[in-house]
């Protein structure tokens, strides 16, 4: 398992919508020693109306350049290449984030599938529709011939777009094909472009396993020879309905996506890292809520020990994990 970078994810979109503060946190996470940081490309408010705002992306591309972090970020949660009226805004936004994410030097873009029911729905059960099986076909091959679109975008960039698997809902069983990893690497195959890979979540991945019933590890299989990046995080395995959105609710009796730091749930991260690691290099991403934060100066070393034997850990981070170790 080759780890090029490890570092932690920023899910605040107000803390990076604010780039003074953004700089004093992007301080703290190099100063512990991770070598990269993920960003909600939404939280910086440099796409509006599908328009990219130049002048203010220049502010976080001058910020980022203070720092020698490597950068990833996540591609807006509301994308939806499904939609059948609008398509062309989704295809507008995500080709702005791929504009963002190449000038902030992203070696990554984590992306979300696209859904039948889209989050935004979910409230409103009467809105939501079987497809029949022909129908489903149609709407992927629709993302399939939007992603490669995207995807020759990407490669002039210099980014990489990250398929990601997706966490399940009790209420909505349906709502997304990317619940299983199988049809994801499916997916991805079927688009066969160069520049799209997977984004394994590790928390998502038991979430999906327990409610659908079936074995991680089986269905990693599928995924682990295209998996690049990495959101890793931990929970208890229990699904949580979709509009159940308040963590401090649900943490008492350990349901939901609750991105706990690695170690602390169900999440079999041994197993799962020894089951990437003759095909991994990338990006390792802690996925964690803002709450768990002050576990961040653990995860280095935490990490270190949960890795196979022989997986590398790229300049610094390796230092790092062995300092600690030693308890220095």
């Known amino acids: 398992?080759?780890?090029?970078?490890?570092?932690?994810?920023?899910?605040?979109?107000?803390?990076?919508?604010?780039p003074e503060r953004l700089e004093a946190k992007l301080a703290k996470i190099e100063e512990l020693g991770f070598r990269s940081v993920e960003i909600p490309i939404q939280g910086l408010n440099v796409i509006v109306n599908g328009r990219l705002l130049e002048?203010?992306?220049e502010r976080y591309v001058k910020l980022f350049r203070q720092f020698s972090l490597r950068v990833t970020t996540h591609a807006p949660f509301e994308i939806n290449l499904f939609r059948q009226e609008g398509l062309s805004k989704e295809r507008q936004v995500l080709q702005a984030s791929i504009e963002v994410s190449g000038a902030l030097g992203a070696t990554a873009m984590a992306y979300h599938p696209a859904r039948y029911v889209g989050e935004e729905e979910l409230l409103y059960r009467h809105e939501w529709r079987p497809y029949a099986a022909e129908t489903e076909e149609r709407l992927l091959e629709q993302e399939r011939e939007e992603l490669r679109l995207a995807g020759d975008l990407a490669r002039m960039r210099g980014v990489r777009?990250?398929?990601?698997?997706?966490?399940?809902?009790?209420?909505?069983?349906y709502y997304c094909y990317a619940v299983r990893p199988t049809r994801l690497a499916e997916q991805?195959?079927?688009i066969g472009h160069g520049s799209?890979?997977?984004?394994?979540?590790?928390g998502h991945l038991l979430l999906a396993a327990r409610m659908y019933g079936f074995d991680p590890l089986e269905e990693l299989a599928a995924m682990a020879p295209h998996v690049f990046h990495l959101h890793v995080h931990d929970n208890f395995g229990k699904p949580n309905f979709s509009l159940e959105k308040n963590q401090y609710d649900l943490i008492p009796h350990g349901r939901g996506d609750m991105h706990m730091p690695i170690?602390?749930?169900e999440v079999p991260f041994r197993e799962i890292a020894a089951a990437l690691a003759p095909h991994f290099r990338g990006?390792?991403?802690?996925?964690?809520?803002?709450?768990?934060?002050?576990?961040?100066?653990?995860?280095?070393?935490?990490?270190?020990?949960l890795l196979p034997q022989g997986s590398v850990l790229g300049a610094g981070v390796r230092a790092h994990a062995d300092a600690e170790g030693a308890g220095l």
């Open 283 to 305: 990006t390792f991403v802690h996925e964690l809520r803002e709450a768990y934060e002050p576990a961040w100066a653990e995860l280095i070393g935490r990490t270190a020990s």
């Open 161 to 173: 777009i990250g398929m990601e698997n997706m966490r399940p809902y009790l209420d909505c069983p």
């Open 188 to 190: 991805m195959l079927r």
């Open 55 to 57: 002048a203010r992306l």
């Open 1 to 18: 398992m080759h780890i090029e970078a490890m570092g932690v994810s920023l899910l605040s979109n107000d803390l990076v919508n604010a």
């Open 196 to 202: 799209i890979g997977l984004t394994l979540d590790t």
């Open 263 to 265: 170690g602390e749930g």
